[in-house]
């Protein structure tokens, strides 16, 4: 979102892409006439066909959702293949649900106004994390509000606060990664992108009992792992709840409990942050400014479903992203030459860079963007939804889209030597008014832990077989939590040439 957006109570226009035709937006909300001559004649009649004559995946229900669960980049694929850039996907029951993968479908549905398209009931996938009250469940004024206010703690001086603890967190966190052997590197990874949300969330005001915080949330966030993940809690009767958490080898009555510890914790800093009264620029400051139009603060409630949301987005799509970085450079040897020479050279990071773009590219953290519900009807590519339909953007998909990256599936960095990613063609990060916030600092852990990684050690593969992608609910890591070789570097003597 533009930091230049308003909290007015106005409905919002349509933006206008700076690609699109001056004459309006590229996508027909049905709305009213744009000049008073205009108003006088007959609207042209629609030539858009319904959604309902769009191809449906003929998969049985339960495959369907087994394959996303387990080979998401698969599944897609293969409802392009078999019935091209729409389709109807049944991994569940409820409203119909559309995959949408033309860069001008997903363009439009970035650009359509926030009373025609929601996501936040999108997100009840991941409430059992992030609750109903905070960001990722508000939509329109409210969602255009609160954004604004979070805003400042994504941004700016925030920022760049967040970018001197990152550079000094990767050194200090790489330095204790194991070495000499083959090693899992996600928990350690993810271990660190949790200290980096702990300076989002806390700034420089470590909360007392955070060591103890972050390990309970680390091991709540490991539940994902778990194909019990899916489930979604809040719908369950409390019956049928207590079934589940008697059968152990689910991991919910374990994910339960650690929930309500890191619920006790977070409470627990909030008050010890209210009494102490040192604020700032960290998302907690800015929340504990916040307030309802009766003038309340918000709720503890409120408190934990923001604070739970970030500690969920912000740590499992970059740690996810990091180990996919690495996993790539280690099968790449002239790649990894090259970067490991720039960062040696220390003049600029072109090519860290353009690593970083690519293996967002290839491997974005989230492949397919929450999807929008249809709350108004709304004409996109020809095609007519209706309110309750949910339209699902494969970032997957446009971002192997061989139209505009050649060798779509093949790892090539100077793709993006010197190219700055399209907006609508590049989405590792979402788009829109819902973009993720956090997307400046994910790239600068990215390159802070690769600069710190290569110029500490040699990086090398510990299989001979490249990782496969594996689920983690909302993210895909490499398979063997990115299981990955590290030596440290030769020190050169004295006076030897290279």
Same mark, same amino acid.
């Given at each position: 979102?533009? !930091? ?91 409203? /119909? ?5 033309? /860069? ?32 990722? *469940? ?14 400042? !703690? ?22 204790? *990664? ?13 271990? $660190? ?16 009992? *955070? ?14 792992? +778990? ?10 009767? &409390? ?22 510890? #890191? ?57 996810? #992203? ?38 967002? +590219? ?8 929450? &999807? ?19 339209? *699902? ?12 990256? &050649?060798? /779509?599936?093949? $790892? ?38 690769? +600069? ?35 030596? /440290? ?10």
């Amino acid at each position: 979102m533009d !930091s230049s957006e308003t909290t007015t109570g106005k409905t919002d226009k349509c933006p206008v892409d700076a690609a699109a035709p001056d004459n309006g937006c590229p996508v027909d909300h049905g709305g009213s006439p744009r000049n008073s001559s205009a108003a006088t004649e007959q609207p042209a009649p629609s030539t858009a066909v319904p959604a309902t004559s769009l191809p449906v995946s003929r998969m049985p229900m339960t495959l369907q959702l087994l394959l996303l669960f387990q080979r998401p980049g698969l599944f897609v694929t293969r409802c392009r293949r078999l019935y091209g850039s729409r389709v109807r996907v049944k991994f569940r029951p409820g409203p /119909p649900v559309f995959l949408l993968s033309d /860069p001008e479908d997903i363009k439009a549905i970035f650009l359509a106004p926030r009373d025609v398209l929601h996501t936040g009931r999108s997100n009840q996938p991941i409430e059992k994390f992030t609750g109903q009250s905070g960001l990722a *469940w508000l939509d329109e004024d409210e969602h255009k509000a609160r954004r604004k206010l979070l805003m400042r !703690s994504f941004k700016g001086d925030a920022l760049e606060r967040i970018g001197e603890s990152v550079r000094t967190m990767a050194e200090d966190h790489v330095a204790t *990664w194991p070495r000499n052997k083959p090693a899992a590197l996600h928990p350690y990874v993810h271990r $660190f992108t949790m200290e980096v949300i702990r300076e989002v969330i806390f700034g420089r005001v470590v909360p007392s009992r *955070w060591n103890e915080m972050s390990k309970v949330l680390l091991e709540c966030l490991n539940y994902n792992q +778990r194909t019990a993940s899916v489930i979604m809690i809040h719908r369950l009767s &409390p019956r049928t709840l207590r079934i589940l958490r008697a059968i152990r080898p689910l991991g919910l009555d374990k994910f339960l409990k650690d929930r309500e510890r #890191a619920e006790a914790l977070i409470a627990e800093a909030v008050e010890e942050r209210m009494n102490r009264g040192d604020l700032g620029d960290d998302m907690l400051s800015v929340l504990l400014g916040i307030t309802h139009d009766d003038g309340s603060p918000l709720s503890a409630k409120e408190f934990r479903d923001e604070m739970m949301t970030v500690f969920l987005a912000g740590t499992e799509t970059t740690a996810a #992203a990091v180990c996919w970085a690495l996993e790539h450079l280690s099968r790449s040897p002239a790649d990894l030459a090259r970067l490991v020479a720039e960062i040696e050279e220390g003049s600029d990071d072109t090519f860290l860079t353009a690593v970083v773009h690519e293996v967002l +590219r290839l491997r974005p953290p989230t492949p397919q963007i929450v &999807p929008r519900e249809v709350v108004k009807p709304i004409e996109i590519g020809g095609v007519r939804y209706e309110p309750g339909t949910l339209l *699902w953007a494969s970032g997957y998909l446009l971002n192997r889209d061989p139209v505009r990256y &050649p060798e /779509p599936d093949e $790892f090539r960095p100077e793709r993006f030597v010197n190219v700055k990613p399209g907006a609508h063609t590049w989405i590792p990060f979402g788009g829109g008014h819902t973009r993720c916030l956090g997307d400046r600092i994910a790239i600068t852990e990215m390159k802070a832990v690769l +600069r710190a990684v290569l110029s500490t050690y040699e990086l090398s593969a510990a299989d001979t077989k490249s990782a496969r992608p594996r689920s983690r609910t909302v993210v895909i890591i490499p398979d063997q939590a990115a299981r990955l070789m590290l030596r /440290p570097k030769r020190k050169m003597p004295v006076g030897s040439s290279s």
